[in-house]
């Protein structure tokens, strides 16, 4: 099995930037799109962005033009690079991965278990 461990949430002030990261240890032979969720007390689970195994991204139009995710191969890591931070992005966020053990293995789905994003004056 794979572990995807989460860092980089805390407080932060409106207009302020944070950087998360997502590493997964374990098993794996590759990593197909790599996304970042986040969830808000009393909303539904959203997609915020997304990276593909050659490198292309996309955004929720919420983030467009103030979160870049980017990724590491050499170290199964995805980054989320936040920037411009308000109040409606606070939320918990978590990282998933669609990977596989070995070249014929089916593809896999993981997730992180959450990191805490809070904006606040």
């Known amino acids: 099995q794979v572990q995807l461990v989460e860092s980089g949430g805390g407080l932060v002030q409106p207009g302020g930037s944070l950087r998360l990261a997502c590493a997964a240890s374990g098993t794996i032979f590759s990593i197909d799109a790599m996304r970042w969720h986040r969830q808000a007390p009393g909303k539904q689970r959203e997609l915020v962005a997304a990276?593909?195994?050659?490198?292309?991204?996309d955004y929720a139009d919420s983030v467009k033009g103030r979160f870049t995710i980017s990724r590491d191969n050499t170290k199964n890591t995805v980054y989320l690079q936040m920037n411009s931070l308000n109040v409606e992005d606070t939320a918990v966020y978590y990282c998933n991965f669609r990977w596989r053990p070995s070249r014929y293995s089916s593809w896999l789905s993981s997730w992180g278990q959450g990191t805490q994003v809070t904006v606040s004056s």
């Open positions: 990276i593909t195994s050659g490198g292309s991204t």
